[in-house]
Each structure stands twice: as C-alpha cells, then as structure tokens.
C-alpha cells in the first residue's frame, strides 16, 4: 500500500513559481512510476507530469515551464512550476502505480494524494 500526502499549493500571481511537493510512504518511490494531475473548475481531472523510470513526461500545455523530480533519500517527488499561467488554476493531485507500460491516464494509476489547490491570479 502507498499513502500519498501533497503539499505546497496556494495563491500566486500569473508569471509566478510555486513548488507542489508529494511525500510517499509504504514503498519507496524509486520502484513506482510517479504523476502529476490537475483538475480545473468544470474540467475533467487532466495530465501533467510523470517519472516514469530514468524519462520525464510532461503534457504539452506545461512543457518548458513545470519540472517534475524526485528525491529518493525523501522519498518525496515535486513538482516546479515556473511561468504560471491563470490556466493552470486547478487542483493537483499526485498519483502512483506499479511501474508499467501504460500511457498517463488516470484510470492508470492506482494511489492517489489528496488535492493541493493552485490559483492563479491574473
């Protein structure tokens, strides 16, 4: 069993930085493919970011702007978020599962962390 606890959201003007981070217990994160996922007001819960393995996935819309990572002597995976956009207003959720093959949806991974609301101001 994986327990998942996100912190590090708030309130930032859009072109700010903010860092979520996701500290895991139960496995060591190393062994697992770890994701970012956001849900927007009246959206449907999306894609951010993943490390899977040694390679990093991110959702175009984030691209050159978030940075997804893990520190394993932690045990924790962040999430650096550069240039905010008021887009990126949603609530994030970090997420786990046994290292597979599988693309990044979230029907696909089976732990998740409770919510971190981002808002971003224009």
């Known amino acids: 069993q994986v327990q998942l606890v996100a912190s590090g959201g708030g309130l930032v003007q859009a072109g700010g930085s903010l860092r979520l981070s996701c500290a895991a217990s139960?496995?060591?994160?190393?062994?697992?493919?770890i994701a970012w996922f956001r849900q927007g007001p009246g959206k449907e819960r999306e894609f951010v970011a993943a490390?899977?393995?040694?390679?990093?996935d991110y959702a175009d819309s984030v691209k050159g702007r978030f940075i997804i990572w893990r520190d394993n002597a932690d045990n924790t995976v962040y999430l650096r978020m550069n240039s905010l956009k008021s887009e990126d207003t949603a609530v994030y959720y970090c997420?786990?599962?046994?290292?597979?093959?599988?693309?990044?949806?979230?029907?696909?991974?089976?732990?998740w962390g409770q919510g971190s609301q981002v808002t971003v101001s224009a």
């Open positions: 997420a786990a599962r046994e290292a597979t093959l599988q693309p990044n949806t979230p029907g696909s991974y089976e732990y």
């Open positions: 490390a899977i393995g040694w390679s990093r």
């Open positions: 139960g496995r060591i994160i190393s062994t697992l493919d």
